[in-house]
């Protein structure tokens, strides 16, 4: 029994090797040159014919006898509820196709809704040699975002947790993760700090666009992401513009090549040489880290400035000695880990905000109307905009629900259950992986009219505050909900405020693609001409 398991384990080993990767890479468009390709695939073939017939005749007993236990326990009244009803699909490979191609289609949630019509909203699935239960369902994810008692634990694909080591901030449980998830999200919430960041991001936006204007094309999805990467460095340590900056940009885009790539460390690899940038990231911000240090020290009783005082003075005052022996390790560590959650989400929502505005010309005329009126008014009165202005410009905002609606840049999150967990009636059992899948609620007919359309005007008529609504959670929920969501919502508010009262754009024709992230196929590209906007544009009735 042992040496087949052993056996299965060297199989699937190379089975994921040689057939999932390739996929993914070729799906994502990264898989190195055409001649490698081939090679690759003659060796992999030969593998994997063995690796087929040994793993399906193997994986037929494991159903089996698994189907068998269940049922017995089921008899027997000693599982409380039903494992979701479903199909584990081929072999091996069970539905991963089917949920590949999907995630590659102009309409990823397909694969979902086809199976939540044959089983219900929760329904179990096999992915990538997986099994999976995957939820559709509001308040099931409700449930496993909440993770009362450490039921759930985040699951990700291995090239993630070998680049962020096992006590990232996006790794971690229990009590760790609770503390260090409230002091950064109070530091985010802070006055001090929205007073600041409101200053540091009109003046990135403001210059950004600037620049935009001296161009014949502009590739949204690139500049924004060089605007919203400076931002959140300055929130993160406090760094300018600057030849500090470049360098920093220039290890973090090769550091974060590697979060999904095969997860072979040796030199050569793909993680390999992302795990060499992530050592001289952690250098260039230790420097930081330690000039720092000093000055920390002298002004204990002023407020925070960056994310970099916040840790630093936890540390000199925290609970663990093992932050305390290794504060410089830990303190930048955990500012390397912050800077992948934002990196891509922000650029994301920002491009795509632009894309649906310039399908939406009736939307872009209310957004400016609102945006003219707010700048007039500060203009005459000669104050400057502050945190809440941003916030209570309420049609911006519901461009911004609407845009994070429909683009779900993260469009589920993945957890491992650490024991059985019934809810509503579904069981999942310890060790399978279930998928909280946002994007399936999100595009729910039932619960958001024609979910297609692109359309602000329904968070007025959605009672109550998108931000306490179960159905909308573009940002999670829970203990992990996003620490960034004001911040995210007042940056997209600023660049979309200064974007429309002083400029027009025209949008060439692009397409959104979901898989393996959300993104613009072409980079959204835009010409861009500034005006000198005295009236408004007339609004059409909605
Ligand atoms: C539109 C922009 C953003 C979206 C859609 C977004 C979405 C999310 C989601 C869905 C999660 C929960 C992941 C989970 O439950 O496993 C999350 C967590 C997180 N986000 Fe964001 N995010 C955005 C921007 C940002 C920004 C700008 C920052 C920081 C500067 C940030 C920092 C974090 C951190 C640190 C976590 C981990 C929290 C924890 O596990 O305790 N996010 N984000």
């Not at 500049?223 to 500090?244: C, H, P, W, Y």
């Not at 390397?336 to 649906?356: D, H, N, Q």
């Amino acid at each position: 029994m042992c040496n087949s398991f052993m056996c299965f384990g060297v199989v699937s080993f190379f089975w994921c090797v040689f057939m999932y990767f390739p996929i993914i890479q070729v799906f994502s468009g990264n898989l190195f040159g055409p001649s490698y390709f081939m090679d690759y695939w003659v060796v992999g073939f030969l593998v994997l014919t063995a690796g087929i017939i040994l793993r399906s005749r193997l994986w037929i007993r494991l159903t089996k006898w698994k189907t068998r236990d269940e049922d017995e326990e089921q008899e027997k009244g000693t599982k409380k509820g039903m494992i979701p009803k479903g199909s584990l699909g081929w072999p091996v490979i069970g539905e991963t196709l089917a949920f590949i191609a999907c995630g590659y289609s102009s309409r990823p949630v397909t694969f979902m809704d086809k199976r939540k019509s044959l089983y219900g909203k929760v329904f179990k699935t096999n992915i990538i040699g997986t099994p999976i239960i995957i939820s559709t369902d509001a308040e099931v994810n409700k449930v496993v975002l909440q993770n009362h008692g450490n039921t759930f634990v985040p699951a990700y694909p291995k090239s993630i947790t070998e680049l962020l080591g096992e006590n990232s901030i996006l790794s971690i449980n229990g009590p760790h993760q609770k503390r260090l998830h409230t002091i950064i999200g109070a530091f985010f919430r802070s006055p001090h700090l929205k007073e600041r960041i409101t200053r540091d991001i009109e003046a990135s936006v403001g210059l950004t666009l600037d620049s935009w204007a001296q161009l014949p094309v502009v590739h949204v999805q690139d500049e924004i992401k060089k605007m919203t990467f400076e931002i959140l460095v300055k929130l993160l340590m406090s760094i300018s513009r600057g030849e500090d900056l470049e360098i920093l940009k220039l290890e973090f885009e090769e550091f974060i090549k590697g979060l999904i790539c095969i997860p072979i460390n040796f030199p050569g690899t793909r993680l390999y040489k992302s795990l060499k940038a992530k050592e001289r990231l952690i250098k260039i911000v230790k420097k930081v880290v330690k000039e720092r240090q000093v000055a920390t020290a002298e002004r204990k009783n002023s407020p925070a400035n960056d994310a970099v005082d916040v840790l630093l003075r936890d540390v000199s005052d925290g609970a663990s000695s093992d932050k305390q022996s290794q504060p410089l390790d830990f303190v930048s560590g955990k500012i390397v880990e912050m800077m992948i959650p934002g990196e891509e989400t922000m650029p994301t929502a920002m491009t795509l905000a632009v894309k649906f505005l310039s399908d939406n010309p009736v939307a872009l005329a209310k957004l400016v109307e609102e945006n003219m009126d707010v700048k007039r008014r500060k203009l005459e009165s000669g104050e400057e905009y502050n945190w809440s202005d941003y916030m209570s410009l309420s049609f911006t905002q519901n461009v911004i629900n609407e845009t994070l609606r429909m683009a779900n840049i993260i469009n589920g999150v993945w957890r491992k259950a650490l024991k059985d967990v019934e809810i509503k009636g579904y069981l999942i059992p310890k060790g399978w992986c279930v998928l909280a899948s946002f994007i399936s609620v999100h595009m729910d007919e039932d619960i958001y009219e024609n979910p297609y359309q692109f359309d602000p005007w329904r968070w007025d008529r959605i009672n109550g505050s998108a931000n306490s609504n179960v159905c909308f959670t573009p940002f999670g929920g829970g203990q992990r909900l996003c620490p960034g969501l004001e911040l995210s919502k007042l940056e997209i508010a600023i660049f979309l405020h200064q974007l429309v009262t002083r400029y027009s754009w025209t949008a060439e024709e692009d397409k959104i693609v979901s898989f393996p992230t959300v993104k613009m196929k072409r980079r959204l590209p835009i010409r861009v001409a500034p005006v000198e906007r005295t009236s408004h544009i007339p609004v059409e009735d909605h």
